[in-house]
C-alpha cells in the first residue's frame, strides 16, 4: 500500500539536501555574460531526475583528485534554473506564484533538460487556467509550439483555436506569417 500522506515529508527531505552546503558533488553554471550563476547539487539526483543530465554528467564524472564536476546550461536563465533545481528535489512545482512568461520560460527549460512528465503540466496549466493570457499571446505560443515538438497540447490548442475561432487570432497583437509544414 502507497500512502501519498509520506510523499510530502521526503519531498521537504529532499530539498533540504539541496540547501545543505556540506555534501554536493557538482556545479551548475546557469546562464551567459553578464548575468551568471553556479549552482550546487548532487549528481546521484540529477543523474535520476533529468535524461539530459544523465547523459551530460556520464562525459563529466568527478575527478577521482577530489575536485567537483562541474557543467554550464547556458540556454536557461538563473531564476528558470532555480526553479527547475526545486522542482528536481522536491518533486513539485506550484505554477500560480510564477508570471505566465516565466511558465513558458520554466516549460522551454523542462523541454531542453528532458523533463518529458513536466511539459504536459504545464501546457495543461496555461491550457485550462491562462487561456486569456495564451490568446493574448498567440504569436508566441503558436511559434512555440511548432518550433518544439514537445509542445503538443499547446499546438493543438492553437489550431483549434485557429479553426474556431479565427478572429480572435486576426484581431491579437501580430499574426505570424509562417509556413509550417510539420
Not at 18 to 46: C, Q, W
Not at 62 to 83: C, R, W
Request: hydrophobic share 35%; charged share 25%; net charge negative.
Amino acid at each position: 500500500m502507497v500512502d501519498n500522506k509520506l510523499l510530502p515529508r521526503l519531498s521537504q527531505n529532499l530539498l533540504e539536501i539541496l540547501n545543505d552546503e556540506e555534501y554536493y558533488d557538482i556545479t551548475i553554471e546557469v546562464g551567459s555574460d553578464p548575468y551568471v550563476k553556479v549552482f550546487r547539487a548532487h549528481m546521484v539526483i540529477l543523474n535520476y531526475r533529468s535524461p539530459y543530465l544523465r547523459r551530460v554528467l556520464s562525459t563529466n564524472k568527478k575527478k577521482n583528485d577530489g575536485t567537483l564536476a562541474h557543467i554550464k546550461l547556458p540556454n536557461i536563465l538563473p531564476e528558470i534554473f532555480q526553479i527547475v533545481l526545486r522542482y528536481i528535489y522536491g518533486g513539485k512545482i506550484s505554477l500560480e506564484e510564477y508570471d505566465n512568461s516565466d511558465i513558458v520560460k520554466i516549460m522551454i527549460a523542462a523541454n531542453e533538460l528532458s523533463f518529458h512528465e513536466l511539459i504536459p503540466y504545464l501546457e495543461s496549466f496555461l491550457i485550462e487556467n491562462k487561456t486569456d493570457w495564451v490568446e493574448q499571446h498567440f504569436d508566441l505560443i503558436y511559434q512555440m509550439s511548432y518550433e518544439n515538438d514537445s509542445f503538443l497540447e499547446l499546438r493543438k490548442y492553437c489550431i483549434d483555436l485557429i479553426s474556431k475561432e479565427p478572429n480572435k487570432i486576426f484581431n491579437s497583437r501580430k499574426i505570424i506569417y509562417r509556413n509550417y509544414s510539420k
